[in-house]
């Protein structure tokens, strides 16, 4: 116990020992009015006691560099030391933080900022600086420029005001498209506008291998043909300054603000490099199905597909799974075209037009192809007497496909005749029943292919049988009549 005491009481000594400056400061200067600046005075109105000014620079005499004062209704030390902090400004100043970012952003944007086509090296940028300062410091106030020293009051610089406004107001604002995440394409160049109007303030800190730049308002993007996902990081960090804000202050005193660099900000965003691809799924256009018709395939058949300039970017050829695809396309519109039909189909003319994009990126289409198909007409006679030939009705037939299956059978009309419609392949026609007496015609084969006619067209003639009856009746009586004469001839010789 009494060593935990020990060592409570040790570290509390120790504790209280310490001294800890939240306001450590390694600066020291003096201050001092320079010249004045020709016909601009101001006036400050507080508490209904009103104090006019001719306006005036305010140097730091280590390197005389302007100041601004920070306390409006008090004076300025001139050759007395001061101490520097730049860091805990807040502390310091007993000033909130966001009345502190505002009054170190003025300072910045204020006399001497210059950029592109701003410029605010005239000498008016200071007092105009100085009041806006002022403004933002204390609530409770009046500033207002006078015509002349103890004159009356005037507007002016009403347009300058609202440029450092404006500025400080986009100070913290990113670029419109900070923490997006953009889908583009392989082997293409991105343009990203920013509807900001900043970009220009930033720099690219680490683009992690992309080429990448910007453009004024625009950042340009060019991928490869390798699909990734990468951070582009952009910074916007001051190169005016070398050092930071550092505000002197004084217990008797203005304290005074030496304008410096601000924080930098950073802003990123997610570049999605993909491609698209085209799948198409080849169907037969009678099942609609994957099945084919006849003895046809769907399996070969080829696509040719070009991109919006017209070149050939590749082949899709339909595989076992009656699919075919095409990979690793890039973003934009393309047209497909039937290149080679499947065996026994009629090669498909029309082109698709199909867009790929971040949204559509794998596009599937299921296009059909129609079999090749022939018209087969059947005409069915029997020879009659005196070779006359009548047409047969009612005769069945049997259409057998190259597997040995019935495909169909069919039936002749009243006139003898059939019509049907066979598609591609190879047939075999077996007559299954025939007009008593009269044989059936022989099996024959069909080939239904692409260098048959259109209409097939078979004249099919039953030819009578031999009249077996008439045959044996006669043979019955010869036979009968030998038999009779054999008989008489034996009682005839066994008589006598």
Known sequence: MKRKILLMILILSIFMGLKIDVYASSYSDKFYISDVIEGISYAKVKNGKTEYRQAKFKRRSSDNKVVYCIEPFVNMAENTNYKGYDTNYEKVLSMSKSVWKRVSLLAYYGYNYKKDDIDHSADKWYPITQIMIWKTIDKNATFYWTDTYEGKKVTKYTKEMEEIEKLVKNHDKKPSFDGDNIDMSISTTLTLKDENEVLSNYKISNSNGLDAKIDGNNLIINSKDTIQNIDIELVKKDTTYKTVPIVYVSDSYQNVLSVGSYTSINSSLNISIDSGSIKIVKQDADTNSITPSGEGKLIGTIFEVRNENGDVVGEITIGEDNTGILKDLKYGKYTIKEKESGQGYILD????????????????????????????????????????????????????????????????????????????????????????????????????????????????????????????????????????????????????
């Open 349 to 496: 003319d029309k082109e698709y037009e199909v867009t790929i994009d971040s949204n559509n990126k794998t596009i599937e289409l299921v296009l059909t192809n129609e079999i090749i198909k022939k018209k087969i007409r059947l005409h069915k006679y029997f020879q009659a007497e005196n070779n006359k030939k009548l047409v047969e009705e009612n005769i069945t037939f049997q259409i057998i496909d190259s597997n040995d299956q019935v495909y169909c059978e069919v039936t002749t009309n009243e006139y003898g005749e059939i019509e049907l419609e066979l598609p591609y392949g190879k047939y075999v026609v077996k007559q299954k029943n025939t007009t008593a007496g009269y044989a059936k015609v022989d099996d024959f084969e069909i080939v239904v292919d692409e260098n048959a006619p259109d209409v097939m067209e078979y004249y099919l003639n039953d030819l009578k049988l031999p009249d077996t009856y008439d045959y044996n009746y006669n043979n019955l009586f010869i036979s009968s009549m030998l038999g009779c004469i054999t008989l008489l001839c034996w009682k005839l010789k066994y008589a006598k």
